[in-house]
């Protein structure tokens, strides 16, 4: 019986009841102090019907990567080769250390895979569970004392549990209060129990009334202190006085203090074994019984503390009845009796990982072999992904590093492991520490590396590319150019164009970073050509017989195809990238190619498509509890799902969607003009304009683009001379890169500012090849107003009706109504002469479009969950929910739809 727990009770009830009934699945984390009923929770939800997997977190073990993980699913270990191929390696390699790195995408730290990938192999392998469970009861995912879980573990547990939909699967998480993130997850606190309660949970204790009322106001309500303060009252007739004087310890350190207690009381081989237990964590007897042999103590000599109910004995497990009957017994004993503990268990290891564990924790000295020991166990945590571990471990082995510059080796290895991990913050830290212990050049060059990329998480480009191109002076050799390719990728989103040039002077022979400073030079001429071979290059190593790229060659130079404005190759680039990221399970790195392959699309006017990418980059980035640079002041979002909803800013712009756009833009960015124009605010449009053209990034491709918007609000404003510098810029680079809208572009500025007809007439043909939709519909408004303003109403008719047909499919309100104004004003109905026809597309959310999309192409319910890192039953709710939609009822109906991007 539990009491005071009736509303956690029906909590965790609903979450079950949903997954059995409905196949809806869910999480929980339960947050309270040491001894609140956490575990009683847990235990209670495991009595129902339910295929349950069970975890508890030990502390010893948090240095392990993957422990927790091996522990939870050991059970069902023989269901990986189910998996997906990509997500078979990576849980194998987590769950079998032996297995590490075999089949890794290469490029990855270390060799490693992407560490999230064993999340969504987690997942996969839970809605596997629930679909084999045929009714029988849910998949119960019971994870207990989380806060104690390695970090590897922790990552792919929450990313399961965040991605969780349709499959029957309730995930049930138990933590205190520190030490457990469980960022998005529904949280649940345990309060303390109210007198009522209390006096029923002792009630079996038959104490005096004055006994039994001392009892509940020192427990204060925690349920473990109330059954060990009565237990204790009940052995002892009353509860041990406290000083004169002193105020009340903390109840957990009391709790500690009554096992203490009782352990004191046992015999002195009892206290021994119990020590080993404690030392060891696991619970693992063989090892336990082997370093006990070594003391001279055995398993019989744990009969009193099993009588005492201070451990249980089960099968090959020894654990304690709650962890802090371990903390009283490890930390009760004296120093010199733990050292020789952990010496023991180190000779009786059954792993290199747990020898080395007990090694370091033997250490009472700096020692070289053992942190060498540790460094070994880093790299083998690091290629299984478990990269906060591997800094960790690195940490302890700088700390029994006896010579400084060896220790800021390995300090600086736990930095770059924590930036790995996604801990910028104090990857930073580390790296101040470590440069603090050495004068190499090359090692300071190293740490610089990780400062700089610091710099550049933390929103300052500029510094990082500073700091980058400065270390890279004295890096090694094998180091240098990726840091000086950094550099000038970090260069040029800054506008730190002195940092360009640096990089382009100590790296000649790389055609990227020279590219990079002849643009940002302004030399258009000789810089956009070299992009241009880089791009081709790379289109033609796609291409059906071509040698392909290595992994991150594709977004590269797709961005060098968005720098150039060829639509068309960044969105091929773009989506090989993600197609790669998809088929190796690389889950970090989707949210940044997505970005890019949303840009290349809102370029080519498929909104609904970016905004179905960037909506799964922004789920992506949260569910992976990925960092970002911070957001605007008062602005709750993180940084990188703001970063990554700015791209859709110029969708809100262009559809005339102003509360939407000051959510999503940045400051600074030409979206927020191009409202402005749409909207007539022609000065406050030239005002921003103006501020974007003069400010750092003269040389970037978004502020070149935005200079059709200076000139057309120059003009509208009636200070055309203010907009022409800016224009010969954009004229130069568009006859650079010959891209045909930015040539029609450029004619259609001329035609503008020089309020002549022929350019606009060479720039409607350019735009019947060319990309970008909006761009063209521009255009054509502004000729046809031309032509009606010459009189040439007939003639003006046509350009206006196309124009404004094509912002009625892109939902540019504000265009269309000055298209269908102009086109009342030629003595036409205003309207396009076909009205464009719902799109069925817009019906569906994101998910459901991505989903829609792949299954139309014919691809299985298990592929689509592999591409889009879901789980297959939740593909399959996504099915069922936009078939009422679509107006159809299979998948066979389904493929004759027309799904046309919009």
Known sequence: MLYGRNTEQARIAALLAAARDDRRSGALVLRGEAGIGKSALLDRAADGPAHVLRVTGIETESGVAFAGLSQLLWPVRERLADLPA????????????????????????????DRFTTGLAVLTLL?????????????????DDAQWLDTATTEALLFAARRLAAEGVVMLFAARDEGFPGTGLPELRLDRLERGDAERLLAARDLPADLRDRVIRESDGNPLALLEFGAGARRSSGLRPLPDGSRPLPVADRVVAAFRAQIAALPDRTRLMLLITAAEGRGHMPTQLAAARELGVGLADLEPAERAGLVAVDGRTITFRHPLIRTASYHGAVVAERVTVHQALADSADSADCRVRHRASAAMAPDEDVAAE????????????????????????????????????RLGAAATMLLHAGRPAEADDLAARAAKLTGDPAELARLGRVRATVEFEHGDPGAAARQMAEHAVHAAPEHRAAMLRTAATYAWTSGEVPAVLRAAELLPDDRAVRGLALLAGGDHAQGLPILADLVAEARAALAPGGAGLGPGGCIQCAQFALILGDDDAALELAAAEAARCRRHGLVGALPHVLRAEAQARIALGLHTDAESLVAEAIALARDTGLPGRDGHPGDGRPGRERRLGAVLARIAAIEGDEDRLNALAEPGDGALALLDLGLGRYDDALRRLDGIARGSHPHSADVLQSVADLVEAAVRAGRPDEARPAYERFRSWAEAGRQPWALAVALRCEALLDDTGEPYERAVRLHEASTRPFERARTELLYGEWLRRARRRSDARVPLDSAARTFERLRATPWLDRARAELRATGAPG?????AAPDLLDRLTPQELQVVRLAAAGISSREIAAQLFLSPRTVEYHLYKAYPKLGVSSRRELSRLALESA
């Not at 070994?376 to 906060?388: L, N, V």
């Open 127 to 143: 809605a596997d569970l629930a679909d084999g469970a045929n009714g029988h009861g849910p998949v119960l995912c019971l994870v």
């Open 86 to 113: 990509p997500q078979a390696r990576a849980l194998s390699a987590a769950l079998d250390p032996a297995g590490a790195g075999e089949g890794a995408p290469a490029g990855s730290p270390g060799g490693a895979r």
């Open 831 to 835: 309207t396009a002469s076909v009205p």
């Open 374 to 409: 540790l460094d070994a166990a880093a790299e083998r945590a690091q290629d299984r992904t478990g990269y906060a571990v591997a800094a960790s471990l690195h940490v302890q082995a700088a700390e029994l590093t006896p010579a400084p510059e060896a220790r800021a080796v």
